[in-house]
């Protein structure tokens, strides 16, 4: 007999009861904490921070009880595919993955006039927002442009809004590098018919951020080059953002912390944030260089499907810090070492692994962290990480090497076994990682300036 759990209810709401009879006393005290107001405001501030009940910290594990699963096709419109490639590609999926497939197939046809529509009018907006006057104090990026949540084609962008005072002050120092897109290109450790013909020198703002939202989960963003769509780089080149603030704040309450733990004390004074900035800098400039297209003409994007985002992000990682190397010896860069460099970045590495192996910088870091150990560009000792100067110059241009050239083939088979291979946490690294548990994964910001305009003008 199902009894009602419900009491008489009164003019001040109803109440509910449960039989707890049967609780242990360990299962009534967890019921306490799973209760507690605190523990949920704890679930809901994490649910903001992940956009969603999935920790990509933890490859997207569960946090909210009763959650289903992260699909990887929830984020997927199937516009492009005719009805042969779409029956095909259907032929990939779990059965309750292709039941979600095909309602997203009948929406997107029902829809297709505005689908043929809709690249123009994106394409004239994005030309339009490269061409803001750079005398302006306000600087915001809203629209789709990431595609990390993608994680079948890496195709689709989500919509984010990012918005920021400018800091001229920095901005004007930076302009130096703006001219360095075309060194670095010439110099880079592949053949010639790989490099990338059509470079456009972004410009370089140096911005401090007010307020985000919409696709803007953890990791909080420091900086980007934008647009990624190709079409629309070919038609207005991109412009490079780089958000000063949010980087100070990496540096002093994640990044610092990090070198305590994995860095011996001697090596402690050469993570600065000169070198972090610098580098981020670098890699922002470097999704720009190598090619962007594969032997055939066909999008890297198109070819590396769901391995893109992690392989782009561990290219401009890798051939920033080629790029540093060839700056400092040219006397482009002349105010940090190449220890400093190197130093940091490997500080760093333990910073982005920490955002998860599903997530394109954590996947990204992790190949590019176990592939520079073992060819003994950083080795491990007593417990602690540290740079041999001697042989990473040259594991750096190695691995530059290997990731443009699975790129320019638009490899996905040997991108495959590159993730397979060097996407794995060596044990020692996951120790670090466990005794890092203390240290804050990111930053979560709390908006003062926009709060207090806010309410100045409500």
Known sequence: MVT??????????????ADLSHLTEGDKRALVKLADPRRQKILATLFELFRGPWDRSLDNEVFVPGAAAKPITANVY???MDKKEFELWLGTLSEEDKARAKGFYDVVKRDKKYADEYPTRYLDSEVSWLKINHTSALEAAVGPYETYEDELFSSKAFFESMVHVRDFAATQLLDKFTSSLELVEKNLPIPDSYRNKELVAPPIVVVNQVYYGGDTAVPMTAAYNLPNDEEAIERAGSKLTMIKNVQEGKVASVLRPIAQEVLSKADLDYVTFPAFFTHVLMHEVAHSNGPHRDTSGA???SRLQELHSAFEEAKADITGL???????????VDDISMREFYTTYLASAFRSVRFGLAEAHGLGQAMQLSFLLEKGGFVYSAGKFAVDMEKIGAAVEELTHEIMMIQGNGDKERAVAFREKYGVLAPEVKQALENLK????DIAPIWVDIENLRRQFS
């Open 4 to 17: 009602s759990n419900l009491s008489t209810a009164s003019s001040s709401g109803l109440t509910l009861r």
């Open 438 to 441: 203390g240290v804050p994964i």
């Open 78 to 80: 199937p516009e492009d």
């Open 322 to 332: 080629f790029a540093a190397r060839l700056l400092v010896d040219r006397g482009v």
């Open 299 to 301: 999008t890297v994007r």
